[in-house]
């Protein structure tokens, strides 16, 4: 997972041609670091080239604006031609929920 800042995450989000994951989150939230070590443990179990990327909310104001973020940790898999607004996941729970939501988006 590659920690992007806001015109990093903008510019990805404007090229088409590979599918995205991005987990958004904030410094302090406890559910946060739970999320995000489900995540690390998914991503062993997805393609290598698939982009998961990471940002903190607080420095992505466009972006929070933009897909209308509610909450933290939220988890967002952009498809490929970037054709369909992304469904937001707020609530993890586990590591196959997190696997069958990207590979049902990103596959």
């Known amino acids: 997972m590659k920690e992007m800042n806001q015109p990093e995450l903008l510019?990805?989000?404007?090229?088409?041609?590979?599918?995205?994951?991005?987990?958004?989150?904030t410094p302090l939230c406890g559910t946060c670091k739970?999320?995000?070590r489900m995540i690390e443990v998914a991503e062993h179990l997805l393609p290598p080239n698939l982009v998961i990327a990471e940002g903190n909310v607080n420095m992505l104001p466009d972006l929070v604006n933009t897909y209308q973020i509610s909450s933290v940790p939220a988890l967002l898999a952009i498809s490929a031609d970037r054709s369909t607004e992304p469904d937001i996941i707020y609530s993890l729970h586990s590591v196959e929920r997190v696997l069958a939501y990207i590979r049902r988006v990103t596959l």
């Open 34 to 36: 739970a999320a995000r």
């Open 11 to 25: 510019e990805l989000l404007a090229t088409k041609g590979e599918p995205l994951v991005l987990f958004l989150h």
